[in-house]
Protein backbone atom coordinates (compact mmCIF):
# COMPACT_ATOMS: atom_id res chain seq x y z
CA UNK A 1 0.00 0.00 0.00
CA UNK A 2 1.41 3.11 -1.17
CA UNK A 3 1.59 6.06 1.42
CA UNK A 4 2.56 10.03 1.41
CA UNK A 5 2.94 11.56 4.36
CA UNK A 6 3.51 15.45 4.25
CA UNK A 7 4.78 17.34 7.09
CA UNK A 8 6.17 20.96 8.22
CA UNK A 9 3.30 22.87 7.59
CA UNK A 10 2.07 25.56 9.56
CA UNK A 11 1.90 30.18 10.38
CA UNK A 12 4.61 31.71 8.97
CA UNK A 13 4.83 35.41 8.31
CA UNK A 14 4.89 36.93 4.64
CA UNK A 15 8.49 37.43 3.64
CA UNK A 16 9.49 34.02 6.24
CA UNK A 17 10.39 29.85 5.45
CA UNK A 18 9.36 26.52 5.25
CA UNK A 19 10.45 23.65 4.39
CA UNK A 20 7.99 20.79 3.82
CA UNK A 21 8.75 17.15 3.97
CA UNK A 22 7.15 13.77 2.27
CA UNK A 23 7.94 10.87 2.98
CA UNK A 24 6.79 7.91 0.55
CA UNK A 25 6.29 3.98 1.54
CA UNK A 26 5.31 1.22 0.02
CA UNK A 27 6.94 2.07 -3.34
CA UNK A 28 10.04 2.24 -5.57
CA UNK A 29 10.38 5.96 -4.46
CA UNK A 30 13.84 6.73 -6.66
CA UNK A 31 12.43 5.83 -10.15
CA UNK A 32 8.96 8.25 -9.28
CA UNK A 33 8.72 11.84 -10.61
CA UNK A 34 7.62 13.48 -6.72
CA UNK A 35 6.03 16.56 -7.26
CA UNK A 36 4.30 19.45 -4.65
CA UNK A 37 1.26 20.65 -5.93
CA UNK A 38 -0.86 23.19 -3.62
CA UNK A 39 -4.58 23.61 -3.24
CA UNK A 40 -6.01 27.47 -2.03
CA UNK A 41 -9.50 27.90 -0.73
CA UNK A 42 -11.90 28.21 -3.69
CA UNK A 43 -9.36 27.25 -5.86
CA UNK A 44 -8.22 24.40 -8.31
CA UNK A 45 -4.98 22.36 -7.28
CA UNK A 46 -1.90 23.86 -9.25
CA UNK A 47 1.43 22.77 -9.96
CA UNK A 48 4.36 24.04 -7.85
CA UNK A 49 7.54 22.11 -8.59
CA UNK A 50 8.55 18.83 -9.69
CA UNK A 51 11.57 16.42 -9.79
CA UNK A 52 12.37 13.80 -11.83
CA UNK A 53 14.05 10.31 -11.06
CA UNK A 54 17.16 12.02 -12.86
CA UNK A 55 16.81 15.33 -10.01
CA UNK A 56 15.63 17.52 -13.19
CA UNK A 57 13.63 20.34 -11.59
CA UNK A 58 10.23 21.83 -12.79
CA UNK A 59 8.97 24.94 -11.05
CA UNK A 60 5.98 27.20 -11.37
CA UNK A 61 6.31 30.95 -12.67
CA UNK A 62 5.20 31.68 -9.33
CA UNK A 63 7.77 30.11 -7.09
CA UNK A 64 10.62 30.49 -9.30
CA UNK A 65 13.57 31.93 -7.48
CA UNK A 66 11.70 31.28 -3.71
CA UNK A 67 11.80 27.84 -3.75
CA UNK A 68 13.77 24.24 -4.19
CA UNK A 69 12.39 20.83 -4.95
CA UNK A 70 14.96 17.81 -3.42
CA UNK A 71 14.86 14.21 -2.57
CA UNK A 72 16.81 11.97 -0.56
CA UNK A 73 16.30 8.38 -2.08
CA UNK A 74 17.41 7.03 0.76
CA UNK A 75 15.39 8.39 2.80
CA UNK A 76 12.02 8.14 0.28
CA UNK A 77 11.77 11.63 0.92
CA UNK A 78 10.70 15.14 -0.94
CA UNK A 79 11.28 18.37 0.34
CA UNK A 80 10.16 21.71 -0.72
CA UNK A 81 12.16 24.55 0.40
CA UNK A 82 9.96 27.72 0.60
CA UNK A 83 11.30 30.98 0.92
CA UNK A 84 10.19 34.81 0.77
CA UNK A 85 6.49 33.13 1.85
CA UNK A 86 3.27 35.01 0.22
CA UNK A 87 0.32 35.59 1.70
CA UNK A 88 -1.12 33.88 -1.58
CA UNK A 89 0.77 30.36 -0.80
CA UNK A 90 -1.70 29.77 2.07
CA UNK A 91 -3.33 26.58 0.53
CA UNK A 92 -3.03 23.28 1.43
CA UNK A 93 0.37 21.46 -0.34
CA UNK A 94 0.35 18.01 -1.66
CA UNK A 95 3.19 15.66 -2.51
CA UNK A 96 2.57 13.41 -5.48
CA UNK A 97 4.37 10.71 -6.79
CA UNK A 98 4.29 9.77 -10.81
CA UNK A 99 5.18 7.29 -12.89
CA UNK A 100 3.46 6.51 -16.31
CA UNK A 101 0.01 7.15 -16.09
CA UNK A 102 -0.06 6.26 -12.15
CA UNK A 103 -0.36 9.02 -9.39
CA UNK A 104 -0.69 8.81 -5.62
CA UNK A 105 -0.86 11.81 -3.79
CA UNK A 106 -0.17 12.43 0.39
CA UNK A 107 -3.20 14.16 2.08
CA UNK A 108 -1.75 17.52 2.29
CA UNK A 109 -0.40 20.18 5.05
CA UNK A 110 -1.50 23.67 5.73
CA UNK A 111 0.57 26.33 5.01
CA UNK A 112 -0.82 29.67 5.78
CA UNK A 113 1.15 32.87 5.32
CA UNK A 114 -0.33 35.55 7.49
CA UNK A 115 0.79 38.45 9.94
Known amino acids: QVQLVESGGGLVQPGGSLRLSCAGS????????MGWYRQAPGKQRELVAT???????NYADSVKGRCTISRDNAKNTVYLEMGSLKPEGTAVYYC?????????WGQGTQVTVSS
Open 96 to 104: CAALNFQNY
Open 26 to 33: GLFFSIYT
Open 51 to 57: ITSDRNT
